[in-house]
Nanobody, 112 residues
Framework: VQLQASGGGLVQPGGSLRLSCAAS????????VGWYRQAPGNQREAVAT???????NIADSVKGRFTISKDNARNTVYLQMNNLKPEDTAVYYC???????WGQGTLVTVSS
């Protein structure tokens, strides 16, 4: 099983990005999946998780700005990030909790 994370890039403060985490197995739709991030010098932290079809949990630091969703037909989980701030700059990773597999990470840089 492989997870392919994509969608990172450079964005100005206040901008938006959508990250994608695509899995190589159809069973992904039944798995619990999460997004984590790690900024330079910091520990990896959980950002958002989704279980089942729509049970989500969002970290307080991004609540109201980030949402997580799942497209079962595409075996893909998304992280929509709005009103981005410089402190959101990090490498973002997706993780399939059900099989404990991590994606390779995608860099998000928020800077003017």
């Amino acid at each position: 099983v492989q997870l392919q994370a994509s969608g990172g890039g450079l964005v100005q403060p206040g901008g938006s990005l959508r990250l994608s985490c695509a899995a190589s197995v159809s069973a992904f739709s039944r798995h619990a999946v999460g997004w984590y991030r790690q900024a330079p010098g910091n520990q990896r932290e959980a950002v958002a998780t989704i279980r089942g079809e729509s049970s989500t949990n969002i970290a307080d630091s991004v609540k109201g700005r980030f949402t997580i969703s799942k497209d079962n037909a595409r075996n893909t989980v998304y992280l929509q990030m709005n009103n981005l701030k410089p402190e959101d700059t990090a490498v973002y990773y997706c993780r399939d909790f059900s099989i404990n597999v991590w994606g390779q990470g995608t860099l998000v840089t928020v800077s003017s």
